[in-house]
């Protein structure tokens, strides 16, 4: 090999390892307005989704948890350690049943609503960045919401932060298969009060969420490879 074809060519590598950093994405809405494979449904549905450039993204509903209360001397009370079994709830927008709450219901609309202590845990098959979580109901400071993808700290917030809540991850990375859990973190009341004194406040739902899919852009290797077929070809041309 000349050094007049090798110089140029190992320019060009070094070039393409320094464009193989960010990634390009595209957009994808998860929408659970007016039903989905989510309704009725606990852990282990499936849901998919069309992104911008035409990637099917399914999202998987990895956990549905909520407080597990007892119907006690006319009380519904919780221990305050044992989490239940629940199920999402999608009338217009995507809520939390909890399946140990029944009968003459003590919170108004429970089943539809994402109440204290009740969280929901779901993951994609893609790399995704949150781009946008539109709540219904979440006003004010006293709804409170996490969201945690797992081995990363939960990052909280309130009503005041506002709807829809943009870009709540500060443009985390999340890697595909990662679980994300969001939860109604206001304290969990015992007992629970009847429907005429709850306030509505602490209680909100899920229109829809957005991500950024994460298309990796072509691998340094690919590009060094693309480089040394210039090399070898360029060098027989000569
Ligand atoms: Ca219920
Ligand atoms: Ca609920
Ligand atoms: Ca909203
Ligand atoms: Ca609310």
Do not use: H
């Not at 003459?104 to 995704?128: A, K, Q, Y």
Request: net charge negative; with cysteine.
């Amino acid at each position: 090999m000349k050094m007049t074809t090798f110089v140029p060519a190992l320019s060009l590598c070094l070039v393409s390892l320094l464009l193989a950093g960010p990634a390009q994405g595209a957009l994808v809405n998860f929408d659970f307005n007016n039903g989905t494979a989510f309704d009725g449904s606990g852990p282990g549905t499936t849901m998919w989704a069309l992104a911008e450039d035409d990637t099917n993204v399914t999202m998987t509903s990895v956990d549905v948890r909520a407080p597990e209360y007892e119907l006690a001397d006319g009380n519904w009370t919780w221990d305050g350690t044992t989490y239940g079994v629940a199920e999402t709830y999608i009338v217009s927008t995507l809520g939390i049943n909890n399946l140990s709450i029944s009968g003459d219901n003590p919170i108004n609309n429970e089943p539809t609503n994402i109440n204290p202590g009740e969280s929901w845990t779901f993951s994609f098959d893609v790399d995704v960045v949150f781009t946008q979580i539109d709540f219904a109901a979440f006003s004010g400071g006293d709804d409170k919401a996490t969201l945690e993808v797992e081995g990363e700290s939960p990052v909280a917030f309130t009503g005041d932060d506002g709807d829809p809540l943009n870009d709540p991850l500060s443009g985390l990375v999340i890697p595909a298969g990662t679980n994300i859990t969001i939860t109604n973190s206001d304290t969990v009341p015992t007992p629970l009060p009847d429907a005429e004194s709850i306030t509505p406040s602490s209680n909100w739902r899920i229109n829809n969420f957005t991500l950024d899919i994460v298309v990796p852009e072509p691998s340094a290797l690919v590009l060094l490879l693309i480089s040394g077929l210039t090399v070898i070809v360029s060098g027989r041309t000569r």
